[in-house]
């Protein structure tokens, strides 16, 4: 088969440090959960229960509040003993329940209760969505409901992408999932489409794992969708919209396909939308890749949300000495946290904690003009003069760059700018051109 790759830019990029992918182990329920109130992209959701009140395992704790925003439950049963808030290095200000689990649990351990779905209609299908608070689990959190809804102006048709792309070694924890969940990936993938009414299913996968595409095309027939593969590059940031899109259109005018818009999700998404309509329950774990130089035994773990990083770490083995840096997510694009008692959220693919030596004690020197940022930009934007003109320093010549152009004029083209990260990973004098062009963005320069 064909294999489709975006024609320009890119790295690849390769993590020793990364856990094995053969297999998961299931991490240890925590006596204390902190369950916060924003794990999606809009607005805190309402608490509805207060401390010292119960929860069972399951039970809505915080409900979703206008566009964005989503429905939060317990991951455990116990009483609430307290609330507490706390500001992340980004400027996040987060409020979260805490769950000390005690009594019995209504989900793990039992059978579960399956229903059938298959005549239900793409309103009733998104309201369970909805319900249970699911959100895109690779991303920045958008509840799957509103993208549903923002796809009822969408023109027909609409192809269903299930994004199982690993440029990224960081994403382990998705690719177990894929081996280990298949069928329900590829149920959710069933539900999603009939409840998006999009006519084609494309699983797009990297050309490493055609055999695991098969299985899914095989999976995919029991629901009598039509459905296609498509292999693309394993370059670095291959699954980013922009550059799949890139690839799938390409693969559209070559095969004489017509896909029309892309409902693009991830295999977490899927599963836990499986696990929404088929067996009504909420998200309360996830597959999270952790390791890093600092972590003793690097391994992907299915961790309940609400549990604290530093119990995820513990899992692992603790630390093999003190670590510099902690990053929730891909070294690339993750955050960096400061407090161990953070907790897991819908979102947290990642967890790793990096020692000096991996995080690298130079500092940022003056540019020397060699142009790499500019080789590997998969947009074609030049980052060291975009760096120059938003103000960034150590560019080694005036502000506004070799060029002289206003700052007012580069506005629409740091617009272009996705942050994949690519221009700082090469950058020989250790620049943060991406993080100063998106913060550029942010600020409306």
């Not at 890119?10 to 369950?35: C, H, K, M, N, Q």
């Not at 690719?175 to 539900?191: F, H, M, N, P």
């Not at 083995?317 to 161990?340: C, E, M, Y």
Request: charged share 25%; with cysteine; hydrophobic share 40%.
């Amino acid at each position: 088969m064909k294999v489709y790759s975006f024609p320009r830019g890119g790295i690849f990029f390769e993590d020793t440090r990364v856990p094995d992918r053969s297999s998961s182990e299931t991490a240890y329920l925590p006596a204390l959960s902190v369950i916060p109130l924003i794990q999606h992209t809009g607005g805190r959701a309402y608490p509805i229960v207060s401390v010292g009140d119960s929860v069972r395992e399951g039970m809505l704790i915080g409900r979703g509040q206008g566009m964005g925003s989503t429905n939060i439950h317990a991951t455990v049963p116990g009483r609430v003993v307290r609330m507490v808030s706390w500001k992340s290095p980004d400027g996040l200000v987060n409020d979260a329940l805490v769950i000390r689990m005690e009594g019995r649990f209504d989900k793990l351990g039992k059978a579960e209760e399956v229903s059938s779905w298959a005549d239900l209609s793409p309103f009733v299908l998104q309201r369970l969505i909805s319900e249970f608070g699911v959100v895109e689990m690779d991303g920045i959190g958008r509840p799957v409901a509103d993208i549903l809804s923002a796809l009822r102006s969408a023109g027909d048709p609409l192809t269903l992408v299930v994004r199982c792309v690993f440029d990224d070694p960081w994403l382990a924890a998705d690719y177990v999932l894929c081996r280990e969940r298949l069928k329900a990936v590829a149920e959710g993938s069933a539900i999603i489409a009939r409840a998006a009414r999009a006519s084609r299913v494309v699983f797009a996968l990297s050309h490493r794992e055609k055999d695991l595409g098969a299985l899914f095309l095989a999976e995919a027939g029991n629901y009598g969708l039509t459905a296609s593969l498509v292999l693309t590059g394993s370059r670095y940031p291959q699954r980013n919209r922009r550059e799949l899109e890139l690839v799938l259109r390409d693969y559209e005018k070559k095969e004489g396909v017509k896909l029309g818009s892309l409902l693009i999700l991830g295999p977490a998404t899927l599963a836990a939308i499986h696990d929404a309509v088929k067996l009504k329950k909420p998200i309360l774990d996830r597959y999270v890749a952790v390791g890093g130089s600092a972590v003793k035994y690097p391994k992907v773990i299915k961790v309940r949300i609400g549990t604290r990083i530093g119990e995820v770490f513990a899992e692992c083995g603790g630390f093999v000495d003190r670590p510099k840096r902690i990053v929730i997510g891909s070294p690339l694009l993750g955050r960096t946290v400061a407090d161990l008692d953070e907790p897991v959220i819908k979102s947290s693919y990642a967890v790793f904690a990096m020692l000096e030596s991996q995080v690298g004690f130079s500092p940022p020197r003056n540019c020397i003009g060699c142009g790499e940022c500019r080789t590997v930009c998969p947009v074609g934007l030049d980052p060291e003069e975009l760096f120059k003109r938003v103000g960034g320093k150590k560019s080694g010549g005036k502000r506004s760059g070799a060029g002289g152009g206003a700052i007012g004029s580069t506005h629409g083209i740091l617009n272009e700018c996705h942050g994949c990260g690519c221009c700082e990973v090469v950058c020989p004098s250790r620049l943060p051109l991406s993080s100063v062009i998106l913060g550029a963005v942010a600020r409306g320069i």
